[in-house]
């Protein structure tokens, strides 16, 4: 060969090579990859179920055109909750710096057959499954779908990983077709389907981890949706619950309810007519363990001698009030403790009383109203944030009290001994004394607008969020830890934003409870608050009718680790 030739031969293989490594280094810094050569992309290639984790929170990002797959819909009318919303791609979307959580997806194994792994997919911001629609076939938009108690086939998926990279094909369980991005793909809010495996760049996902973040619960926000005539209470605010250990309650949990609307009230659209009202003032029902979410097995208390007749509220209206709202409670032997606020309107409570509920292996309860000196006649610190049952023989109780319009508060702890609950002492931020005191001396830390207050994992956890009624932008869940009930606590940690609007207007928000009983097995710990039918700039009403959405529990879990447990 020429020398001239052979050298300009060289030449060009040392460019087109270097050619190569650029292009290679660019998709490596765009898709955090190293793209594949062509033999990688044989199936004989691909490597099945390499995920290097079986619970982690993933982006899913589409290789061909950068975009990350999410769920569909207009975020101003709750769409995106919907059951049976299509899935899409879009370009990335962040709010206040963090990655949309419609875009971030907990991927979860499940089971293995045949040497296959399989994962349900859940979505961060609905709490619902990636699915592959019923009578499926090619081409047709996956789709989001409500959990189940065993995932069915249609909600598995496994992932083949392509060479040495973080490209994976994604696989249905229940039809073997490849999750795909749609032709356009390159454009925002275009549908992903199922088709079949073709080797494509449209059937390449980049699956790159994120860090752990709290998500909505969907099968607890289900089982509030109490949708029936026959059960009970069907819409509700507040939402505390009371583990219970007597007898043959043994394992059972206490849901307990302020105003509550009846399930005879609902239409046929499953609705409430806007000239009728709630039916009770408060209530309590009964879930039989802290795995059964299906609402048709938790039925309501019921009682005799209810001064206002209504056997299903049990908690009475004193005379010169409003209403009775009760809130946190503990059990001690065959009684149950709960706080209940006392008063009228929207302002402080008039009074306070702990009612004491007597257990029955049935659901007719015996129920007495105590009052204890010092806490019944205080109407600064509302005791309705938390009790906690301590091992030193003392059950605290924390009280907030509102220090800015609304905004900010106090959070205070008071205590009585477990062998005489109306003998309350309160801590004056040094010791223990015989009336409430206020001020900043005496609380064990300060909030935002709400309180809720929880023993978890050898740690007293404090919940609070913003303001919740007047609007506001800023709509966030908040947390902090001590190892004493008296404090200090740490500072308060964002955890989560509710995102809710009614009718595209935020709607409101309140009454944040925690749940230690509900362990899930993965260190998240379960967390609520409640809509309010209401929202600022729009009425409640719609063509005569109330939705009972916004009016029930919504459920939130919560890492451990993002609070330091």
């Known amino acids: 060969m020429d020398s001239k ?114 994962y349900t997919i859940r979505n961060v911001f609905s709490g619902e499954l990636l699915s592959a629609p019923s009578g499926v076939v090619a081409s047709t938009p996956i789709e989001q779908s409500r959990v189940r108690p065993a995932p069915a086939d249609s909600q598995l998926w496994s992932f083949h990983r392509i060479g040495n990279t973080k490209l994976f094909n994604i696989i249905s369980k229940s039809s073997g077709l490849a999750v795909t991005s749609l032709p356009g793909g390159s454009q925002d809010s275009v549908p992903v389907l199922l088709a079949p495996e073709d080797g494509s760049e449209a059937q390449r ?6 860090p752990v973040v709290s998500y909505r619960d969907d099968e607890v926000v289900r089982f509030f949706e109490r949708n029936k005539s026959s059960q009970g209470s069907v819409a509700f605010d507040q939402g505390n619950s009371i583990p219970l250990q007597w007898g043959a309650n043994k394992g059972k949990v206490l849901w307990i309810t302020q105003d509550a609307w009846d399930g005879s009230e609902l239409k046929a659209n499953g609705q409430f007519s806007c000239s009728e009202f709630f ?23 019921i009682r005799t001698g209810s001064q206002q007749n209504r056997p299903k509220q049990i908690f009475d209206v004193v005379p010169n009030t409003e209403y009775a709202w009760p809130a946190a409670g503990i059990e001690i032997g065959n009684k149950v403790y709960i706080q209940c606020g006392e008063g009228s309107g929207l302002g402080p409570n008039l009074s306070q009383s702990l009612y004491e509920l007597t257990e029955n292996e049935n659901l007719l309860w015996t129920v007495k109203r105590l009052t204890p000196a010092g806490m019944t006649d205080e109407s600064e ?31 205070h702890v008071a205590r009585f001994p477990v062998t005489d609950p109306v003998r309350w002492t309160f801590w004056d931020g040094a010791n223990w004394v015989a009336k409430p005191v206020t001020g900043t001396v005496a609380r064990v830390t300060d909030g935002l607008g709400t309180a809720s207050v929880a023993y978890v994992d050898g740690k007293y956890v404090f919940m609070s969020m913003d ?43 309140y ?24 929202a600022c700039g729009v009425k409640d009403c719609k063509d005569g009718y109330l939705d009972p959405y916004f009016y029930r529990v919504k459920g939130v879990r919560v890492p451990y680790e993002l609070i330091g447990l």
Not at 282 to 295: A, E, G, L, Y
Not at 387 to 405: I, P
């Open 511 to 534: 009454t944040p409870v925690i749940h230690p009983v509900f362990n899930n097995g993965r260190k998240e710990l379960l967390v609520t608050y409640c809509l309010n039918f209401s």
């Open 5 to 118: 030739v052979l050298k300009m031969t060289l030449k060009t293989g040392f460019a087109l090579t270097l050619l190569v490594l650029l292009v290679r280094c660019s998709l490596q810094n765009r898709y955090g990859i190293i793209p594949y050569t062509p033999a990688e992309t044989d199936a004989g290639s691909r490597q099945i179920d390499t995920l290097d984790t079986d619970y982690a929170v993933y982006t899913f990002k589409q290789f061909a055109t950068g975009n990350l797959m999410e769920v569909s819909g207009n975020i101003y009318y709750n769409e995106k909750y919907k059951d049976g919303q299509t899935i899409c791609q879009h370009t990335l979307s962040r709010t206040g710096g963090e990655i949309d959580s419609w875009q971030q997806w907990y991927v979860i194994y499940k089971q293995t057959k045949d040497g296959t792994k399989y």
């Open 381 to 411: 610190i509302n005791y309705s944030a938390g009790m906690v049952k301590a091992t030193d023989g003392f059950v605290y109780v924390f009280g907030h009290h509102g220090t800015g319009f609304g905004y900010t508060l106090d959070l």
């Open 205 to 210: 996902w980049v699956l790159d981890q994120q």
């Open 279 to 301: 039916r009770y003032r408060n209530s309590v029902m009964i879930q039989p363990s802290t795995t059964d979410w299906n609402p048709d097995n938790t039925p309501n208390l």
């Open 467 to 509: 303001q919740g009624f007047n609007c506001d932008s800023s709509r966030n869940i908040y947390m902090a830890t001590s190892t004493s009930p008296t404090g200090p606590f740490t500072p308060l940690k964002k955890v989560y934003t509710i995102n809710e609007y009614l009718y595209g207007s935020y709607a409101r928000y």
